[in-house]
């Protein structure tokens, strides 16, 4: 796996990493735009970390590469001492050509496990790094929703329960509306009333007794009591 394909990813990750992510969202669109970069932002990090992955795997690989050829260069090492104690310098020059050999080869891949190494960890903080600023986006997209749910109920309610000035002089009118047509109502109830008693007498004798000429206005008691006391 190149090294070139997983910054690519990183680069697509980084699209998250806006820090001044509360000036961008200035609408609904805004937010759904932030989340699909948020998305792709993660979407981008899961990449890395599997090229990222593929790339350690090759670094452990080399690195016991290197300690097998260590182990050999030991063994061979040991050999070149034992064939030089024997008098036996031939051997002992073929086998030091073979431990030169085997130096060349480790040194090869030391180097090139040692920079493998170096941007596998390069890779990995920048992974962390970006991981971090994707976390605080998503905290600031998550901020600005409830910013927008609170403007979206204020608005309802606000809609629901007018409070200006044209509004109260409406819910005034309609109330002056219901009282009048309450006094119409009794209105009518009383001519109604008046009516009627005109029709029965009611109102005449009314106006009899205004006048005083109702009689006396005693009970019959008292004139059962009044001829009782004459009859003494």
């Known amino acids: 796996m190149a090294l070139g394909n997983i910054f690519k990813d990183l680069v697509t990750a980084i699209r998250g990493g806006v820090s001044d992510v509360g000036e961008s969202i200035v609408d609904s669109q805004a937010l759904r735009i932030l989340e699909q970069e948020i998305r792709d932002a993660e979407d981008g990090i899961a990449t890395a970390k599997q090229s990222l992955s593929k790339l350690k795997a090759q670094e452990i690989k080399l690195s016991r590469q290197l300690g097998d050829l260590n182990t050999d260069i030991e063994d061979y090492t040991g050999k070149a001492r034992a064939a030089l104690e024997q008098g ?11 431990i030169a050999e085997l130096s ?18 390069k890779i990995y ?36 329960m007018p409070t200006n000035n044209s509004s109260a002089k409406r819910v005034k009118r309609a109330m002056d509306r219901v009282k009048k047509r309450q006094e119409d109502f009794d209105n009518e109830s009383d001519a109604d009333q008046w009516m009627a008693d005109m029709e029965t007498g009611a109102d005449l004798d009314a106006q009899i007794a205004s006048a005083g000429l109702g009689g006396s206005g005693k009970s019959a008691a008292d004139d059962i009591l009044a001829s009782l006391k004459a009859g003494k």
Do not use: M, P, W, Y
């Open 88 to 98: 036996n310098e031939a051997l002992a020059r073929k086998i030091a050509e073979k």
């Open 104 to 121: 060349d080869s480790k040194n090869e891949i030391a180097s090139h496990q040692g920079e493998l190494s170096s941007q596998v960890d």
């Open 125 to 160: 903080s920048i992974i962390q790094q970006r991981e971090k600023q994707i976390e605080k986006n998503k905290i600031e997209l998550q901020k600005a929703k409830t910013i927008e749910d609170l403007q979206k109920t204020k608005r309802a309610v606000a809609s629901a």
